[in-house]
């Protein structure tokens, strides 16, 4: 199971930390990513990171402003959000790929999905 939590509603410019927890199995070596879906559109690439962390990638519209990483003892993922814009409200979901430690973008490469956590960026 993953648990994201972290969302909330903040000023354009604000900040945002996401945390995905995981349990019931050791995510440690699966690539984990970040996704968001906004109202009335299909779900998009966020971020995603290697089982190891060595391996990171952003989506263009948040490189430079999101940061991905991952604490494997604590078996979390967080995505820590800057600058943050109007156009980055969405639900956010973490998700998990079992098949693979290395990051993917494909939304149907990973396999397990957190329920989701609200971000709202108001102008």
């Known amino acids: 199971q993953l648990q994201a939590s972290g969302g909330g509603e903040v000023q354009a410019g604000g900040s945002l930390r996401l945390s995905c927890a995981a349990s019931?199995?050791?995510?440690?070596?699966?690539?984990m990513g970040w996704f968001r879906q906004a109202p009335g559109k299909e779900r998009e690439f966020v971020a995603a990171?290697?089982?190891?962390?060595?391996?990171?990638y952003y989506a263009d519209s948040v490189k430079g402003r999101f940061t991905i990483s991952r604490d494997n003892a604590k078996n979390t993922v967080y995505l820590q959000m800057n600058s943050l814009k109007p156009e980055d409200t969405a639900v956010y979901y973490c998700?998990?790929?079992?098949?693979?430690?290395?990051?993917?973008?494909?939304?149907?490469?990973?396999?397990?999905w957190g329920q989701g956590t609200l971000v709202t960026v108001s102008s």
């Open positions: 998700a998990a790929r079992s098949l693979s430690g290395s990051y993917s973008t494909d939304v149907y490469d990973y396999d397990y």
């Open positions: 019931g199995r050791t995510f440690s070596r699966y690539a």
């Open positions: 990171i290697s089982w190891s962390a060595a391996s990171t």
